[in-house]
């Protein structure tokens, strides 16, 4: 069995964004070497995600809205969390949007639905900050 490790860095300049990282991960399947296996990308932060939908920008706009409802930013005092820091809704976004995804490796090929996409979701940005991509395979 074959494996790759390989880091992928972000520094997004405003808080808040969803990055299509696709073509990222298509390039390390291709330098990994892997044609049958599994590709795992998960964030490395705890206010970020990486998960799988649309590259449509209606739809991100619609998730921005939605999230803000769910775990609004601000007043930064209406959480726990703030004080040392103003990052708490930043935490809550990451969980409703997740961790991680895991996907197919199938001739060498993410082995996709039609529209499926993997974004990186950054919910704190500023600052640099990197998405694990780990291949196992042969
Ligand atoms: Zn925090």
Redesign the pocket.
């Known amino acids: 069995m074959k494996h790759f490790r390989k880091e992928l860095w972000f520094e997004v300049p405003v808080r808040r964004a969803f990055i299509n990282i696709t073509p990222n991960v298509e390039q390390c399947i291709a330098e990994s070497g892997i044609t049958e296996g599994i590709v795992l990308v998960n964030a490395m932060h705890?206010?970020a995600s990486v998960f799988i939908n649309d590259d449509e920008q209606g739809l991100h706009h619609d998730y921005e809205v939605w999230l803000e409802k769910l775990a609004p930013e601000k007043p930064h005092s209406q959480y726990r969390?703030n004080g040392f820091?103003d990052?708490?809704d930043?935490?809550m976004k990451r969980q409703v949007m997740g961790r991680e995804v895991v996907c197919a490796i199938t001739g060498g090929q993410l082995d996709f639905g039609t529209w499926e996409r993997i974004f990186y979701g950054e919910f704190d940005g500023k600052r640099r900050k990197r998405a694990l991509v780990k291949i196992i395979g042969e």
Do not use: D, L, R, S
Request: hydrophobic residues 40%.
């Open positions: 705890i206010t969390h820091e990052n708490a930043a935490h």
